[in-house]
């Protein structure tokens, strides 16, 4: 039995029937594709030893861990730098100082609307940084101005009473903001703080540019040499599933850490209630005269 939906009619036997030849067409055509796809491949010689022989060597292997941790590196500074400039710069864009707020908006939107590539550029020629801090740099500004908006969204979302209720306890801005906004606002901008971070992770990979020796670095040195037949296909064959796979642990992580947030004391059963001096429903012994009353 179909489960009802009030929002939309349930489909009927001939509605299901085209449902089901939808997908077995839609499924056909991906399998063609793909079939396309190794055909030209292996036609291509793509797949030949020639091509996959140098990642048996230990000095491929040892260029490619060396690019991976390196991209790791830089990708560990950005992400760290860029949430503390974030969280700066949100905290200058709520401020109720004028000055303060639309000097942080300048900043903001200036980082925010530049093209990453200029940025780094700029920072490597005309500021004669090195490689990796030119890309850490690049990283932070763009990314940092972004998650800036992704944290004053998520505290502006924040229902208005909640903020006047705590002003009304007497709570101050920094108390009011550590221990009733943020809270509230933390499952809503971790998933955008989470997919901006994968922005980040990948956006690694213009270090290249700028001759910093990260992962796609290594991969170029390797697809551009002629000893090997130039390898393109199979070096991103390599590459492209762990930059995969280091953004789906990313995914997981923030999944992880949103299910752990979700976990309160209310949601465990709290602590434990003290029993009552009375049992509900007993009337007082003898002496005792009710609440209320002499």
Request: charged fraction near 15%.
């Amino acid at each position: 039995m179909v489960a009802a939906s009030a929002l939309y009619d349930i489909p009927g036997p001939k509605t299901r029937g085209r449902h089901r030849l939808y997908s077995l067409l839609a499924l056909v055509g991906i399998a063609g594709l793909l079939s396309w796809v190794g055909y030209e491949l292996v036609a291509t010689g793509q797949f030949s030893y020639t091509k996959w022989n140098p990642f048996q060597y230990k000095g491929i292997q040892r260029l490619l861990w060396h690019g991976l941790l390196n991209t790791l590196k830089a990708f560990g500074l950005a992400a760290a730098f860029a949430l503390a400039f974030g969280v700066l710069f949100a905290a200058g864009r709520l401020s109720e100082h004028r000055p303060v707020r639309w000097f942080s908006t300048l900043v903001v939107e200036f980082f925010r609307a530049m093209p990453l590539l200029v940025m780094i550029f700029f920072i490597f020629v005309a500021m004669k940084v090195q490689p990796l801090w030119a890309l850490v740099a690049g990283l932070t500004l763009y990314n940092g101005s972004v998650l800036a908006e992704v944290f004053r969204a998520g505290i502006l979302a924040v229902p208005r009473g909640q903020r006047e209720a705590a002003y009304a306890l007497g709570m101050r801005k920094t108390q009011v903001m550590r221990h009733v906004l943020v809270p509230q606002a933390n499952r809503a901008m971790l998933p955008s703080i989470i997919s901006q971070l994968v922005v980040a992770l990948k956006d690694t990979s213009l270090g290249f540019l700028i001759t910093y020796e990260e992962f796609l670095h290594a991969g170029k040195l390797i697809a551009t040499n002629l000893d090997y037949d130039l390898p393109f296909i199979p070096v991103v064959m390599v590459i492209a599933p762990v930059y995969i796979g280091m953004c789906l642990l990313l995914s997981w992580l923030a999944y992880a850490v949103e299910r752990r947030g979700r976990r309160s004391v209310r949601l465990r059963g709290g602590p434990a209630v003290a029993p009552a001096g009375v049992p509900m429903g007993s009337p007082p012994e003898v002496g005792e005269h009710p609440v209320g009353q002499t």
